[in-house]
């Protein structure tokens, strides 16, 4: 989905670096969230976000943190990276609204690759 | 934990043919979800059930829902080659977060 774009697409890091993962969407949606997908495991939820000045751990925050810039911005750091961090990334959107249905908007993903 | 499995995990299929792909789940839900991702690429909601439905239809796609037995099953009927992704279920509980099951990757042969 074009409105929620994910930089960068791809990155190949070494084990201890830190890096940083940006989520930008111009959705206006105040909830934001990072997943990873590894195969065969689906989705996980890392950390999400109901407005700027909310963060909340997902079920695999171990060795994530994040920060909410801006109510279009979502990063996520990986302070100190390791092999098993390798994954797929993505950020998600969503705006229950009225309906009160969390349907999510993806983006492309970042590959990442940690050596 | 992951709240939804899929079965099967893998389907090959040829075109026109229909898919069935399953989704069961373990705790009470507000609604059911399925998305489709193609290789690499983001997910992309297809339909939502509410957990007071049974049935409903978009296009291609017919979803079920039986709560008593916490399962749905996605329908694709007269498939094409465009429809070769993974489909995974996400339920949304009272927390109002998605939780993703596994996926089932459909292979459509031309």
């Known amino acids: 989905d074009a409105d929620v774009t994910q930089t960068p697409r791809n990155r190949i890091t070494k084990t201890g670096k830190r890096i940083m993962l940006e989520c930008s969407q111009t959705k206006g949606h105040d909830r934001m969230y990072w997943y990873r997908q590894d195969p065969g495991l689906g989705l996980r939820l890392i950390y999400y976000s109901f407005d700027v000045k909310d963060i909340n751990k997902g079920e695999i925050s171990d060795g994530y943190s994040v920060s909410r810039q801006a109510q279009a911005k979502f990063s996520l750091s990986l302070e100190s990276a390791i092999p098993n961090q390798t994954a797929l990334y993505f950020c998600?959107?969503?705006?229950?609204?009225?309906?009160?249905?969390?349907?999510?908007?993806f983006g492309p993903g970042t590959r990442l690759l940690v050596l | 934990s992951q709240q939804g499995e899929e079965d099967p995990q893998a389907l090959s299929i040829q075109e026109g043919e229909n898919a069935t792909m399953n989704c069961s789940y373990k705790?009470?839900?507000?609604?059911l979800q399925w998305y489709r991702q193609n290789s690499g690429r983001g997910l992309v909601h297809l339909i939502l059930i509410r957990s007071n439905e049974r049935e409903k239809h978009s296009g291609r796609l017919r979803v079920t829902l039986d709560t008593s037995k916490k399962s749905s099953s996605l329908l694709i009927t007269a498939s094409r080659a465009a429809d070769t992704a993974s489909y995974f279920c996400a339920t949304e509980s009272n927390d109002y977060k998605l939780s993703f099951g596994a996926g089932t990757t459909v292979t459509v042969r031309a």
């Open positions: 998600a959107t969503s705006d229950p609204g009225t309906s009160g249905r969390e349907t999510q908007y």
């Open positions: 705790t009470s839900i507000n609604n």
